[in-house]
């Protein structure tokens, strides 16, 4: 019988057998599966938590499991160019529906300009630039729970100009 290849408690055999066919079958791409694996290994051999040598296999899966649901998150984000390029070619609009939904359009940039200026801007830096809360807090030196008031106000607003819109 061989001897099992460690790593600091890791059985590697194990890491690349049985957490890398895990993996790829959610990424559904041994080579994505592979820079997973090497990214939790990495992080595994920096990381300072006791759980890594007390728990070397469970911490491993946490970083795995971490590294999947961020691959997954970064994946969402995009959208392939010819996924866009076929549905911008079979959707036709009629001139009455262009000018629907351009006033529309307008009708809710009313609405987030009329909204105070720390809230307008909370609004963008959330939904159009894509920052977490607490990064928008920190940029415009304002507490994470003025943000979520800000928030919860412009939503507020433009659900009420939905309604009216519908």
């Not at 055999?13 to 592979?34: E, G, M, P």
């Not at 499991?65 to 392939?80: A, G, H, I, S, T």
């Not at 529309?104 to 200026?117: A, S, W």
Request: hydrophobic letters at 40%; aromatic letters at 12%.
């Amino acid at each position: 019988m061989s001897e099992a290849l460690t790593w600091s408690g890791l059985d590697l055999q194990w890491a690349y057998s049985d957490v890398l066919n895990r993996i790829s079958r959610h990424t559904f791409c041994k080579h994505k599966a592979f820079d997973i694996l090497q990214d939790a290994i990495v992080y595994f051999a920096v990381s300072r938590s006791p759980y890594r040598d007390t728990e070397p296999q469970a911490y491993l899966n946490g970083i795995v499991n971490n590294l999947l649901v961020n691959q997954y998150r970064q994946e969402v984000k995009f959208v392939p160019y010819d996924e866009v390029a076929l549905e911008e070619s079979t959707t036709d609009y009629s001139p009455e529906q262009l000018y629907e939904t351009k006033q529309k359009l307008f009708y809710l940039q009313r609405i987030v300009d009329l909204l105070p200026e720390k809230c307008r801007q909370v609004f963008w830096l959330f939904h159009v630039d894509g920052l977490k809360q607490k990064e928008i807090a920190d940029k415009l030196g304002i507490s994470l729970n003025m943000v979520e008031k800000h928030m919860i106000r412009a939503m507020l607003d433009l659900r009420a100009a939905k309604q009216k819109l519908l």
